[in-house]
């Protein structure tokens, strides 16, 4: 994956601003991709969006209100800001065309990159909440430690996994704009929630692959100049890597495909795929699948 630092800013830096507690005792409940909690990062990988879903749109949030942080230019020797920024950057660009192309306005935002804790719209966050959306302040919120939990424990290398964790999370940011959100809150009951959150997750994976499949067509065109097939193998395995049931067979031994939030590996790599090879938002329709 061949990248550069961008021109434009969209991080809000909030890295050694001291921490907030909270979040952490949540277990799988969020916005983006699970860690097992207990202490620390070392948990399931990408928070569930589904728990923001019902728990903070609509204005039942934990309350807790939001921590400032420094935005502008970053370090040229920030390697980490400046490629999460790089990231960000050239997801949105993607994002602003296509919603342009089908005569609708994107709205950008920011990652907010954190050590250790801080306050969100949707309450207080620890790193071991893990990379998670909040549709109460429509920001994306990254530890990047979780980077290396991603390498060291799921085995999911390369800079390109990286990139996928983040577009997976603006996914999430479309599908708040798009208001797929709200369907889902109006749509959930105690029987479906899960099976909701699921296809919630794997659309998002799409949208990540919708992203991958843009910057394969166009290389040179934005900050993040060309990927290879082996970057799209990467991403791959950053999706298999946090799939509920590895997730769950490395924490526990057991698979308990009843609790699942996010989908089977085989699932997230199907849809991530999707997006990849068909590159629409209509080849991304997971609640219209008959079966994720």
């Known amino acids: 994956m061949r990248w550069r630092p961008s021109s434009q800013s969209q991080i809000e830096d909030r890295r050694g601003s001291g921490g907030f507690g909270g979040m952490s005792g949540l277990g799988m409940g969020g916005g983006g991709i699970p860690i097992p909690v207990g202490g620390g990062i070392g948990g399931i990988v990408l928070v569930i969006i589904i728990f923001i879903v019902l728990q903070f749109v609509g204005g039942s949030g934990l309350g807790g209100g939001s921590q400032g942080g420094t935005t502008?230019?970053?370090?040229?020797?920030?390697e980490m800001g400046q490629f999460v920024n790089a990231v960000t950057v050239d997801v949105q660009t993607f994002w602003d065309?296509?919603?342009?192309?089908?005569?609708?306005?994107?709205?950008?935002?920011?990652?907010?990159?954190?050590?250790?804790g801080t306050q969100t719209g949707c309450g207080a966050a620890s790193s071991a909440t893990g990379p998670f959306y909040c549709p109460a302040d429509k920001k994306v919120y990254?530890?990047?430690?979780?980077?290396?939990?991603?390498?060291?424990?799921f085995g999911a290398k390369g800079d390109f996994a990286r990139a996928y964790v983040i577009a997976h999370e603006y996914g999430h940011h479309v599908q708040d704009l798009l208001g797929t959100m709200d369907q889902v809150q109006q749509q959930q009951t105690s029987s479906n929630a899960n099976e909701l959150s699921i296809r919630l997750e794997l659309q998002a994976d799409c949208l990540a692959g919708m992203w991958a499949n843009w910057v394969m067509a166009h290389p040179d065109q934005s900050d993040v100049e060309s990927i290879t097939d082996q970057d799209v193998t990467d991403g791959l395995n950053?999706?298999?890597?946090?799939?509920?049931?590895?997730?769950?067979?490395?924490?526990?031994?057991?698979?308990?495909?009843?609790?699942?939030?996010h989908g089977s590996s085989e699932q997230r790599m199907k849809w991530f795929n999707t997006g990849f090879k068909q590159g629409s938002l209509q080849a991304c329709d997971t609640f219209g699948a008959s079966s994720p």
Do not use: C, H, M
């Open 97 to 116: 065309q296509e919603f342009a192309d089908a005569g609708q306005s994107y709205s950008n935002t920011v990652t907010v990159l954190f050590t250790d």
């Open 238 to 261: 950053a999706a298999a890597a946090v799939g509920d049931d590895r997730i769950q067979e490395q924490a526990t031994g057991t698979i308990d495909k009843e609790s699942w939030t």
């Open 72 to 78: 502008g230019s970053l370090d040229p020797k920030d």
């Open 142 to 153: 990254l530890d990047p430690g979780f980077f290396d939990e991603l390498t060291t424990r």
